[in-house]
């Protein structure tokens, strides 16, 4: 067993090798040069000694082979550059939004949960009535349902309905608010994005739930305490 995980842990190396070499090769096929593309998003002109400075400056200008030992010591040390687009650090970029898929995936769990458990529970106890064939129809609606696609639904029946009924659309958020820095409007911002991606979650554990229930309900000791009641 010792030798099979240590085989597995060596073969780690290679992988991470070879998809370096990978990611390497094809950033350098992909047409276009970051410089000009860089540069070319602040609006002015932009002359060639423009572009061999930040060519230099991004290591560009030196060989392959310079490129990628450059390119794995980034990686190795998470020093990964700028963003092309805002400038930032991109450790900063992953941070933010790291922490926000963090949240969701929380708050998502939170939502199967309190769906899961109770559905479940009663699906298994009202087996084969109408409740448990609407509790059944749900999970398989949830499982068969992309996030992405009820996420699209959620946001279009937002603007509908706040249109209809307070005459103003319901617009999404522009930009993230901490919850360190205003936990009511965060949640507001993260509840949708929430329960789109907590359905499918609750779906297949309103399931799991259903079918564990049944199994102990099927238990001698659950027959044996329900006739003693009788």
């Not at 992909?30 to 932009?46: F, H, K, M, Q």
């Not at 687009?85 to 941070?95: D, F, R, S």
Request: charged share 15%; net charge positive; hydrophobic share 50%.
């Amino acid at each position: 067993m010792h030798r099979y995980i240590t085989k597995r842990l060596l073969l780690i190396i290679p992988t991470l090798i070879g998809a370096a070499i990978l990611v390497f090769c094809l950033l350098r096929i992909i047409p276009g040069d970051p410089c000009e593309i860089r540069l070319a998003g602040t609006g002015l002109y932009v002359d060639e000694a423009e572009i061999e400075l930040c060519r230099e400056k991004l290591g560009l200008n030196k060989t392959l082979l310079v490129q990628f030992y450059h390119f794995v010591a980034g990686y190795v040390t998470w020093d990964l550059g700028d963003s092309m687009w805002t400038g930032k650090p991109v450790t900063e970029e992953i941070g933010l939004r790291f922490q926000l898929s963090l949240q969701v995936a929380i708050m998502a769990t939170l939502v199967a949960i309190i769906i899961a458990i109770p559905l479940g529970a009663i699906s298994a106890i009202k087996q084969d009535t109408w409740i448990d064939y609407v509790v059944r129809t749900f999970s398989i609606a949830g499982i068969a349902m992309p996030s992405f696609w009820l996420g699209i639904l959620i946001i279009l029946g937002l603007l509908i309905s706040t249109q209809h009924f307070f005459g103003e659309p319901w617009m999404p958020p522009i930009y993230y608010v901490s919850p360190f820095k205003d936990l009511g409007a965060n949640l507001a911002q993260l509840i949708w994005p929430a329960v789109a991606t907590g359905y499918r979650y609750s779906a297949v554990a309103t399931r799991m739930t259903r079918s564990a229930l049944l199994e102990v309900l099927r238990e001698d000791y659950i027959r044996t305490a329900r006739a003693k009641r009788a």
